[in-house]
């Protein structure tokens, strides 16, 4: 058999960016292309098993979730030496869960956390699938630097100096929804519960009629904890008041439509959320609505 590995011809391996029970994530060099991409190497899952289903269920997800900005791109999946590997688009931020461990965003971020992620959801629910794994860990963020060229040239530096002076450089992060293992389709739902920090009872009572919200209430806890409520419980007394709708206290004051547009997103009564198109039509996301 063809005992070379594919993963080592194609890729020269960078660094180890991440690892789980999920496996292990590599930020590699492709050597053909020259690009770099986050690989990730798991077991290959025993035939059959639930691990194989969810393993393919990735798979399938990515391939249908082609390209879009707010959904990490998927490029290439194979099985080598027992491992299961596949091949998505490296996102140089970090990740969310990352970010926020370090302070909470800024009004503006959460902002600018709620649109993307909004805008990848109604991507993925239009494609009639549910992520089911909404979580700031899940959440990857691309740093691309937008130079601003002063028009007024000081011919007095030969012109490296701006380059090396990123201060007229503002950063333009983008959110991208990773991590499509938990992906199952509206009409046919295989669900294997996500993180139960950010899981909605009716899930939990095995209700699978409103999968898109389950979404929605997850998005709204990810931006609760990114507004910096502080790591969110796992069960007892303060999961259940988040449940009944409470909010947690906040570091970060954020504006009361916001809040309003929160609280609605993390009612007990799936009805009750706004879609994801609702969520992009709220007035605290109009660039004009934000007072
Ligand atoms: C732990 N970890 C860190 C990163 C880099 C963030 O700056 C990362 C990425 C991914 C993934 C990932 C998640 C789930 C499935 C496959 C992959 Cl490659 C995991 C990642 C992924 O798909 N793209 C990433 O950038």
Same mark, same amino acid.
């Given at each position: 058999? *063809?005992?070379?590995?594919?993963?080592? /011809?194609?890729?020269?391996?960078?660094?180890?960016?991440?690892?789980? /029970?999920?496996?292990?994530?590599?930020?590699?060099?492709?050597?053909?292309?020259?690009?770099?991409?986050?690989?990730?190497?798991?077991?290959?899952?025993?035939?059959? %098993?639930?691990?194989? &289903?969810?393993?393919?269920?990735?798979?399938?997800?990515?391939?249908?979730?082609?390209? =879009? /900005?707010?959904?990490?791109?998927?490029? %290439?999946?194979?099985?080598?030496?027992? =491992?299961?590997?596949?091949?998505?688009?490296?996102?140089?931020?970090?990740?969310?869960?990352?970010?926020?461990?370090?302070?909470?965003? %800024?009004?503006?971020?959460?902002?600018?956390?709620?649109?993307?992620?909004?805008?990848?959801?109604?991507?993925?629910?239009?494609?009639?699938?549910? =992520?089911?794994?909404? &979580?700031?860990?899940?959440?990857?963020?691309?740093?691309?630097?937008?130079?601003?060229?002063?028009? *007024?040239?000081?011919?007095?530096?030969?012109?490296?100096?701006?380059?090396?002076?990123?201060?007229?450089?503002?950063?333009?992060?983008?959110?991208?929804?990773?991590?499509?293992?938990?992906?199952?389709?509206?009409?046919?739902?295989?669900?294997?519960?996500?993180?139960?920090?950010?899981?909605?009872?009716?899930?939990?009572?095995?209700?699978?009629?409103?999968?898109?919200?389950?979404?929605?209430?997850?998005?709204?806890?990810?931006?609760?904890?990114?507004?910096?409520?502080?790591?969110?419980?796992?069960?007892?007394?303060?999961?259940? &008041?988040?449940?009944?709708?409470?909010i947690?206290?906040?570091?970060?004051?954020i504006q009361r439509d916001m809040l309003e547009l929160v609280k609605?997103?993390?009612?007990?009564?799936?009805?009750?959320?706004?879609?994801?198109?609702?969520?992009? /039509?709220?007035?605290s996301?109009?660039?004009?609505?934000?007072?």
């Amino acid at each position: 058999e *063809n005992n070379i590995s594919r993963y080592h /011809q194609e890729f020269l391996e960078v660094e180890l960016i991440g690892t789980g /029970q999920f496996g292990s994530v590599y930020k590699c060099i492709n050597r053909l292309d020259g690009c770099t991409y986050a690989v990730k190497k798991s077991t290959k899952p025993v035939a059959g %098993s639930v691990f194989e &289903k969810n393993a393919l269920n990735e798979v399938y997800a990515h391939a249908v979730l082609g390209k =879009h /900005q707010h959904v990490v791109r998927y490029y %290439s999946a194979w099985a080598e030496d027992n =491992h299961m590997i596949i091949q998505n688009e490296y996102c140089n931020g970090g990740s969310l869960g990352d970010k926020i461990a370090q302070e909470a965003l %800024s009004a503006s971020e959460l902002r600018r956390l709620m649109l993307h992620v909004a805008e990848g959801l109604r991507y993925i629910h239009s494609e009639g699938l549910v =992520h089911l794994d909404i &979580k700031p860990g899940n959440i990857f963020i691309s740093k691309e630097k937008r130079m601003q060229f002063n028009t *007024n040239y000081d011919s007095a530096d030969d012109g490296f100096e701006d380059l090396e002076d990123l201060s007229n450089c503002e950063e333009e992060l983008t959110y991208k929804i990773g991590d499509l293992g938990h992906v199952t389709s509206l009409a046919n739902p295989q669900v294997e519960e996500g993180d139960c920090r950010y899981l909605p009872c009716e899930i939990l009572q095995e209700d699978f009629t409103h999968l898109t919200k389950a979404d929605i209430f997850a998005l709204g806890l990810t931006v609760i904890e990114a507004a910096g409520s502080g790591p969110l419980p796992k069960n007892g007394e303060e999961w259940h &008041k988040i449940r009944k709708g409470e909010i947690p206290a906040l570091k970060q004051t954020i504006q009361r439509d916001m809040l309003e547009l929160v609280k609605t997103m993390i009612d007990p009564d799936p009805l009750a959320r706004p879609t994801a198109i609702q969520v992009l /039509q709220h007035k605290s996301l109009s660039p004009t609505g934000s007072k």
